[in-house]
């Protein structure tokens, strides 16, 4: 049944540490951390096991780590799984805040066996894509996209996307998703069955001056 915990402290600054082990199978998994003003940061720091698999009777699992859209950083490492083992299709994995940093050991998945695979949406208000300095390594963004579909999309009225590492991958999806620009500064290898969209200008129905560049 649902359970929840709810903390507190609006006077200094707040952090969720997932180091354990959270598991609920065909159900939600809910991390939030918020930040009050500019002078206060929220952190979600995963570096454990994070599961909610479909279950065989078709339920399937969401895993949502929600930091504060503003000042906030989600740092994700460790094991994050919304998979379908037994049958369905996966589930869904949600990253999201101001900052999102995704470590070279974090394993990702909503695969299925015998369905689709589900999808993992990284949402901050920036991102890079990139070997080092950026907020996930192209090896890391390329392993993950052979068990999972992968959206970034960034928030801000001013949001650009940049892909300054090689990523390559043989299945699911790579969408990037700016609200303003994405440039493509490394090389995209989608084979086989991969597939990738580009949706830039997405702060108006017009575009704008908006663009992506190769």
């Given at each position: 049944g649902p359970v929840k915990l709810e903390i507190h402290e609006?006077?200094?600054d707040s952090m969720i540490e997932q180091g354990g082990a959270i598991r609920a199978d065909g159900g939600l998994i809910y991390?939030?951390?918020?930040?009050?003003?500019?002078?206060?940061?929220?952190v979600i720091n995963h570096t454990g096991i994070t599961e909610a698999k479909t279950l065989s009777t078709g339920e399937n699992g969401q895993i949502i780590l929600m930091g504060d859209m503003d000042y906030g950083i989600t740092q994700v490492s460790g094991?994050?799984?919304a998979s379908?083992?037994?049958?369905?299709?996966?589930?869904?994995?949600?990253?999201s805040a101001a900052q999102v940093k995704?470590?070279?050991?974090?394993?990702?998945?909503t695969a299925s066996s015998h369905g689709e695979s589900g999808l993992w949406l990284i949402d901050p208000i920036d991102y890079t894509v990139a070997a080092t300095g950026g907020d996930i390594s192209g090896a890391t963004l390329?392993?993950?996209?052979?068990?999972?579909?992968v959206q970034i999309q960034t928030t801000d009225a001013g949001g650009d996307l940049y892909i300054n590492d090689a990523v390559s991958w043989s299945t699911n999806k790579l969408t990037l998703t700016a609200n303003d620009n994405i440039f493509i500064n490394s090389n995209l290898l989608a084979t086989g069955s991969a597939r990738l969209g580009f949706e830039y200008g997405q702060d108006s129905a017009a575009g704008d001056t908006?663009?992506?560049?190769i």
């Open positions: 609006g006077t200094i991390l939030s951390a918020q930040s009050l003003t500019e002078l206060t940061s929220s094991h994050i799984n379908a083992p037994n049958g369905g299709d996966g589930g869904f994995i949600e990253t995704v470590t070279d050991e974090a394993i990702i998945t390329s392993t993950n996209l052979n068990s999972s579909s908006s663009t992506y560049t």
